[in-house]
């Protein structure tokens, strides 16, 4: 297993440009199978979740080939809609197949989703979802087969606003018969992301951002060329990092708009943050201040994604902080390795009393999950003395190369792989 080595105490300075998003990629990469031909995808990252996801395309039948940042997929040979369990386990993202298949063949059959331990995670929205599209279900143990000899719009109302179950739907209904409505959808930037992308595929999708999302069947969809948005988590990440270490970081071709809660936050924690188009600007010198209480939920407030990140920089924060996840109930592992740093945090339920410390000190901890890893890495570039973050399998899921991204920062980040065994001659 790889290890992350960090030589901490060196602020961040420098200019960088942010991968594609993996949330964005890995639903357009499985909407992709909507259309029979070549389609064209820019700025997807090199990430272990969208090996896995080119890796069911290719079991299907697909030919993909990742070069640079680009995915060249041909769907036009996609013979099967089964995908093996052994594939589907490696990540959550697997369910991303379900709509997409269920429209193209009629017929679906899949297994429960694997991915990070962070909390139950159920798919019962996407199942109900693809039900009033008038799919039949059978499920055993881990099995699930969905059928439907034609798909009908409906009225939907999601009683969570799921980004994947919203996502799932939308893949389902644009090949369906009428007119589809999703309520209480999920409004995350991947969401308007994949409504772009599919209506470059000539579906006719309204609405996505908000809360109502309108999906108009329509009887064909044909292979086209598209950019995925830059990746706000890792954004977000990267200017917690410059905070977190009192550097100087310029992050360059961002979408400001869609890391607002991130902002107001590190506004609030003192940091200093100048946005210019799409250049944001992060600096910091002194020590930040404590913020009262964060909350994580949909879109547009606190992401989920960046909560184990902030928490470093709370950690070192003068003051008491609160920091509440609400969306996944086993999402705040990272505490006790964080603890074993010398952070002071205390949790309650779901919620983190933080109490900052000075500094952080080096030492050797486990990343339990992806973005969890991201924070261990803030922690050990803020940290006085050497870190080493194990279980690195997690990070690289949704972080292209950490180490080389934040080395260009002027990190002192290495990573190390271990030996392969020789044979005895
Ligand atoms: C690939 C991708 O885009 N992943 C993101 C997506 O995950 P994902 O799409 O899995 O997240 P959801 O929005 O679906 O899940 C949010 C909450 O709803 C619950 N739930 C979800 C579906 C369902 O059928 N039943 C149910 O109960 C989940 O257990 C969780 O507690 O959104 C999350 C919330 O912003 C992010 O953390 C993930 O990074
Ligand atoms: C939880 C995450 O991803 P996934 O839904 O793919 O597990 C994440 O990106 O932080």
Redesign the pocket.
């Known amino acids: 297993m790889d290890k992350l080595v960090i030589e901490g105490g060196k602020p961040l300075s420098g200019t960088i440009v942010i991968q594609g998003a993996k949330?964005a990629a890995?639903p357009i990469l499985a909407a992709s199978l909507l259309a029979e031909g070549t389609t064209t995808i820019d700025s997807v990252p090199h990430l272990l979740d969208i090996d896995v996801m080119l890796n069911i395309l290719r079991e299907l039948g697909c030919r993909a080939e990742h070069t640079g940042d680009t995915v060249v997929l041909d769907t036009t040979s996609a013979h099967t809609s089964h995908v093996p369990e052994t594939l589907m386990k490696q990540m959550?993202?697997s369910i991303f197949l379900m709509g997409p298949l269920l429209a193209r063949f009629g017929e679906v059959q899949v297994y429960q989703p694997g991915g990070c331990a962070i909390?139950?995670?159920?798919?019962?929205?996407?199942l109900q979802g693809l039900q009033a599209l008038g799919a039949e279900i059978e499920e055993a143990h881990n099995r699930i087969v969905c059928r439907a000899s034609k798909l009908v719009g409906a009225d939907i109302h999601l009683s969570?606003p799921?980004?994947?179950?919203t996502e799932n739907i939308m893949m389902a209904a644009v090949l369906a018969e009428g007119r589809t409505t999703i309520s209480n959808a999920?409004r995350?930037p991947?969401i308007q992301d994949l409504q772009r992308f599919l209506n470059a595929m000539g579906a006719k999708i309204m609405g996505a951002g908000t809360d109502t999302i309108t999906i108009d069947g329509v009887g064909e969809l044909s292979p086209c060329r598209y950019k995925v948005i830059p990746d706000r988590i890792v954004a977000g990440t990267v200017m917690v990092a410059a905070a977190a270490t009192r550097g100087q970081v310029t992050l360059q071709e961002t979408q400001p708009a869609h890391l607002s809660s991130l902002i107001h936050v590190l506004r609030r924690a003192g940091v200093q943050i100048v946005v210019d188009g799409d250049i944001i600007k992060v600096g910091s010198s002194a020590r930040p201040k404590a913020v009262e209480r964060i909350v994580t939920s949909?879109y547009p407030a606190f992401?989920?994604?960046l909560q184990s990140q902030i928490m470093v920089l709370l950690a070192l924060a003068d003051g008491v902080s609160i920091l509440k996840e609400t969306?996944?109930e086993g999402r705040l592992k990272h505490v006790d390795e964080l603890s074993r740093m010398g952070a002071d945090i205390r949790v309650d339920l779901n919620a983190a009393f933080i109490r900052g410390v000075p500094r952080l000190y080096g030492a050797t901890v486990e990343a339990t999950d992806l973005r969890a890893g991201a924070a261990l890495v803030i922690a050990g570039l803020a940290a006085q003395g050497r870190t080493v973050v194990e279980q690195v399998h997690h990070i690289d899921r949704g972080y292209d190369r950490i180490e080389t991204m934040l080395s260009r920062l002027g990190a002192r980040i290495t990573r190390t792989s271990p030996v392969p065994n020789m044979p005895n001659n």
């Open positions: 949330n890995l959550r993202s909390g139950e995670r159920k798919i019962d929205l996407h969570f799921s980004v994947g179950a999920a995350e991947e949909p992401p989920t994604d969306i996944f």
